[in-house]
């Protein structure tokens, strides 16, 4: 999260140096959602604002994580809770921000996921008062830094007579440069002190296990699970550390070498989503066209991405489009920084059925499911959405240029394209058998599933886990007391007979319990 804000900055992009990456983000975006369209269209003063946050959760907060005091870690988990709904709610980028709010889930406490109340009833030590009194202090005193820092830093300005809030760069490429080298070093440390605490702990817990036989098989784990958390934090140090040269040259040659070994691997990586904004001028767009006679020409809709300018942008999450995905980046370039969309070409001139499915999950829809079309071409459009008041329509369009030329089968030029790119049709594979009970009822799940779109079916599988877990939750409720000591207290054992009889516990009973003296 922390690499994914400095590179934003270190890239020198203008329209996020100057705050204005969300007037173009949400129109320009992969995968817009119909939220999309409304968010575009609020104040340019909240998307600098917005701006402005995103940085703030993106670059100041992430350090939160290891916070000592347990109300600054979990500041840091909704402020990444903030932001990931935000972007679910506006964007389709599939299974990515449920992951992250998979992995945010760590900085909260049984404390905080328990469906009880808190022992607030328990006594309250000197210490405790102390404790509680250090941490305000602390959680004061960051969050005063980071409110200063970001009025400060982004020229905050309320203007009262127009409701808005004015915001602008005041740090310059040098300063934010200086700072990076500053912190990025010593966030790696803070990032080693903390797993070192985690596995001391651990080490103290085993300490606690009685029995030989799972006092072995705990240490069997923790020394597995233990050594490979070690090894891959180590690899991700080379890649985090790419966002700073200087950091990265004084980076250990352990961790190099160790990075260099499983590199092939792809266990750790760098990461830098919308590095620089793209569509500044339009949102370029790829779309297919099809024809029988080379003059008539049909266009080829897909399922998600933009095409038809009065279809409202889909809500896809958590599924992933992949070849609408490709598509957008296709469009960012010639043709020939994707060879993949010559070879797409080639299948739809043959018909290929599995192809057709990625592009219209419902062949009825796709215009040439009776015979292939004897030509395709493709066209490179901008797209813009559509202002209010403009009835029936989400986008606007513009035709730029050709983007694919048109090609038939056997056409020289996509002969050449193919050989160019080694793409050309090779012998087919052998078939398999499909002989064995477990092929065939995946065949079967797989044909009673396809008429369903797949953001229907992965929603309807995790709200069934969903509903299970919850059903779960509640026959296996249990009351129990709030205070570790009433806990003790309610199980402690009962003293043996010493003559004394006891009080009765009829609640019934009118007159208290007498005292024996």
């Excluded at 970001?150 to 300063?175: A, I, N, P």
Aim: charged share 15%; hydrophobic share 40%.
């Amino acid at each position: 999260m922390f690499a994914s804000g400095v590179v934003k900055l270190t890239s020198r992009c203008p329209a996020w140096w100057g705050l204005t990456a969300l007037t173009y983000h949400y129109e320009t975006q992969c995968l817009p959602t119909p939220a999309s369209w409304f968010a575009h269209h609020l104040p340019i003063w909240l998307h600098r604002l917005s701006v402005v946050a995103t940085f703030l959760i993106e670059v100041a907060v992430p350090p939160l994580f290891f916070a000592p005091t347990r109300r600054l870690r979990l500041t840091a988990f909704y402020c990444q809770v903030l932001l990931q709904v935000l972007i679910i709610i506006t964007g389709n980028y599939n299974f990515f921000n449920l992951l992250t709010l998979v992995l945010t889930t760590s900085l909260l406490d049984d404390k905080h996921l328990a469906a009880k109340p808190g022992n607030s009833h328990c006594k309250k030590t000197p210490t405790f008062w102390l404790k509680a009194l250090l941490s305000l202090l602390l959680e004061l005193t960051v969050g005063g830094l980071l409110a200063y820092g970001t009025v400060h830093y982004f020229g905050l300005e309320v203007d009262w007579e127009q409701y808005t809030v004015h915001s602008r760069t005041t740090f310059t490429f040098h300063q934010f440069s200086q700072w990076l080298k500053t912190v990025t070093l010593p966030t790696m440390w803070l990032g080693a002190a903390s797993l070192s605490w985690e596995l001391l702990t651990a080490l103290w817990r085993w300490t606690h296990v009685r029995g030989w036989l799972q006092k072995l098989w705990a240490a069997v784990q923790l020394s597995i699970f233990g050594t490979a958390t070690v090894a891959l934090f180590t690899i991700s140090l080379v890649p985090y550390s790419y966002m700073e040269p200087s950091t990265h040259g004084r980076l250990w040659t352990g961790a190099h070498r160790l990075f260099g070994t499983v590199e092939h691997l792809q266990l750790a990586n760098s990461y830098g989503l919308f590095r620089r904004m793209t569509g500044l001028g339009g949102r370029p767009e790829v779309v297919l066209e099809g024809s029988y006679d080379g003059h008539h020409w049909t266009e080829i809709e897909f399922m998600y991405k933009p095409g038809n300018v009065s279809r409202p942008p889909p809500v896809v999450v958590p599924h992933q489009p992949r070849l609408d995905w490709q598509m957008w980046f296709a469009a960012l370039g010639p043709h020939t920084h994707s060879p993949w969309f010559t070879r797409l070409v080639l299948c739809l001139l043959q018909g290929k059925e599995p192809v057709i499915l990625l592009i219209q999950n419902d062949v009825a829809r796709y215009p040439f499911h009776k015979q292939p079309p004897n030509f395709v071409r493709a066209q490179r459009y901008k797209y813009w959405f559509s202002q209010p008041g403009e009835q029936g329509q989400w986008w606007r369009r513009q035709w730029v240029e050709e983007f694919f030329p048109p090609v038939s089968l056997g056409d020289p030029t996509l002969d050449m394209l193919l050989r160019q790119f080694g793409l050309q049709d090779k012998s087919p594979p052998r078939a398999r058998s499909s002989s064995n009970i477990l092929t065939q009822a995946l065949h079967w799940i797989r044909r009673q599933l396809s008429p369903l779109e797949a953001p229907t079916l992965l929603w309807g599988l995790i709200l069934t886990v969903g509903a299970i877990r919850v059903v779960q939750a509640l026959l296996g409720h249990r009351p129990s007391g709030s205070c570790p000591a009433a806990r003790e207290k309610n199980h402690r054992p009962a003293p043996k007979d010493s003559g004394v009889t006891p009080a009765p516990t009829n609640s019934s009973s009118s007159q208290p319990p007498q005292r024996r003296k």
